[in-house]
């Protein structure tokens, strides 16, 4: 079994998710204790793949989709037999490296 540990942002996106969609961050919770502490992987139905665009924040990094537009980023398993939890977002907040408190909101469509 390995090592799960969280960064501070992680806590604080997964209590913002817990406010957004509780039944998001239960799943979230669930796939972190039965899969991502006994192999570092979530299962491929999750879309998991590397990051690695060109000065990234958070390059190396695996990022998994629990929602089309939730997004959890985790560090791959080291030798220290550890996975690191990272960050909890959507791909705007990805991709502009700008989180907020509060869960984004849609844009409303006219």
């Given amino acids: 079994m390995l090592e799960l540990n969280t960064t501070a942002e992680f806590d604080g996106n997964m209590a913002r998710l817990k406010r957004f969609d509780r039944p998001c961050a239960d799943e979230l919770r669930d796939v972190m204790r039965d ?3 006994f192999d570092g992987s979530v299962p491929d139905s ?3 793949h ?3 665009n060109p000065g990234g924040l958070y390059n190396g ?3 998994f ?3 089309p537009d939730v997004l959890v980023l985790y ?3 080291k030798p220290r037999r550890m996975v690191m939890m990272r ?3 959507t791909h705007e907040e990805l991709r502009t490296g700008h989180f907020g408190r509060q869960w984004p909101e849609k844009p409303a469509r006219s």
Avoid: A, D, Q, T
């Fill in 35 to 37: 899969c991502l502490r």
């Fill in 46 to 48: 999750y879309s998991p």
């Fill in 50 to 52: 590397e990051l690695n």
């Fill in 61 to 63: 990094c695996i990022e």
């Fill in 65 to 67: 989709h629990l929602r």
């Fill in 75 to 77: 560090s791959p398993v």
């Fill in 87 to 89: 960050r909890i977002c």
